[in-house]
Nanobody, 118 residues
């Protein structure tokens, strides 16, 4: 099992930036890919960005964040980041880090709130 701890959320004005961090511990050798999901009030949880861990560092983004968000990894720190630029009020949500296997989130962090004011 993998333990995930997110940090970096907060309140920011529209157009601003935040960087989320997700530190992994435990059975990290088993991780193939990781991603950031978000869930806004009254909406389903959605995948925002994902990155492969075992090879290539390939990334994938939701259309709504392409060109604004960047996911990256630091193997030495067992950490995945989500750099969020040009934030919009509709980006307001709880953001969750997760390990991904077979296209499905397996291990989850506790979530971190991101609020973008207009």
């Amino acid at each position: 099992q993998v333990q995930l701890v997110e940090s970096g959320g907060g309140l920011v004005q529209a157009g601003g930036s935040l960087r989320l961090s997700c530190a992994a511990s435990g059975s990290i050798f088993s991780i193939n890919a990781m991603g950031w999901y978000r869930q806004a009030p009254g909406k389903q949880r959605e995948l925002v960005a994902a990155i492969t861990i075992t090879s290539g560092g390939y990334t994938n983004y939701a259309d709504s964040v392409k060109g604004r968000f960047t996911i990256s990894r630091d193997h030495a720190k067992n950490t995945v980041y989500l750099q969020m630029n040009s934030l919009k009020p509709e980006d307001t949500a709880v953001y969750y880090c997760a390990t991904i296997k077979g296209g499905v989130g397996v291990d989850w962090g506790q979530g971190t709130q991101v609020t973008v004011s207009s």
